[in-house]
């Protein structure tokens, strides 16, 4: 894979007054690692990937693809979630996953296919970085560390969506309402969510009435602070033993297929 110089304004435009040029480029290097599958490259594949990765704010409620649409791109967020949703005909719509500073959103690119059924929002605003649907797919086919992180997190993805089905169908609300917490605090510094009731109802596929009597039981056993859209989390221990098995199981299965020493 050949690989372009970067543009000269580029690179200026990233040296400030007393830094230089490679200084710069450490810098930018060190922004792209905190998302963990790029920081799991080795140095080398991941400079190879440096020139290809552009830099994007990732707003509240915006679509980075939708359902059927060819997927231009590929995005490694550094911060903010997004929600991958599957929408029915008649507009209503349930997420299947979560994708934050642990993944990359686009794993269909990798599999054969340039679409999908589902539909990528962004459900907490952040940034992160975007390559074209045609380079990472050339530096994937060319296998090596690149192939490996990338498949081990598509299958991770497989058992975040197939767990959250199950939960669907076999869990209480206020339940499914924990295991949707603990996995966004799991991609989000700190330990608070903006979330409204309109949004939350959205991803889990249920009445707005449905999501406050939930968050309302959470709260009353003293787990969370819920008002005007903002979720505090008051004790995680205590959420997580309230949650259903679901949540353990997928917080396993990522952390044995992505260990933190993938990333040496």
């Not at 810098?27 to 440096?50: F, Y």
């Not at 269909?108 to 074209?132: E, F, K, M």
């Not at 991770?156 to 966004?184: E, G, P």
Request: glycine share 8%; charged share 20%; with cysteine.
């Amino acid at each position: 894979m050949l690989l372009p110089k970067l543009p000269k304004h580029t690179a200026a435009a990233r040296t400030k007054p007393g830094v230089s040029a490679a200084g710069a480029r450490l810098t930018q290097v060190g922004e792209i690692k905190k998302n963990g599958l790029l920081a799991a490259l080795p140095d080398e594949e991941l400079q190879r990937l440096v020139p290809y990765l552009h830099a994007v704010e990732l707003p509240l409620g915006c679509a980075l693809y939708e359902a059927g649409a060819a997927e231009a791109h590929a995005y490694f967020p550094t911060s903010g979630i997004v929600s991958l949703l599957y929408v029915m005909q008649n507009g209503d719509s349930a997420e299947i996953a979560v994708v934050g500073n642990e993944g990359v959103v686009g794993v269909s690119l990798l599999l054969g296919g340039n679409t999908t059924t589902s539909r990528a929002v962004v459900q907490s605003a952040g940034r992160g970085y975007r390559i074209q649907a045609v380079q990472l797919v050339e530096a994937f086919k060319l296998g090596g560390p690149v192939m490996n992180v990338l498949l081990r997190y598509t299958q991770a993805l497989i058992t975040q969506m197939s767990q959250t089905a199950v939960c669907n169908r076999h869990h209480s609300l206020d339940k499914q309402l924990c295991r949707w917490l603990l996995l966004s605090l799991d991609r989000l510094p700190g330990n608070e969510l903006t979330m409204t009731q309109e949004l939350i109802s959205n991803m889990l596929g249920v009445r707005r009435e449905g999501v406050t009597e939930a968050a309302l039981k959470i709260q009353a056993a003293g787990l969370i602070t819920y008002s005007r859209g903002r979720i505090k989390v008051l004790d995680r221990a205590g959420l997580e033993r309230r949650s259903c098995e679901c949540y353990a199981s997928v917080k396993a299965e990522y952390d044995r297929l992505l260990p933190d020493e993938l990333a040496s």
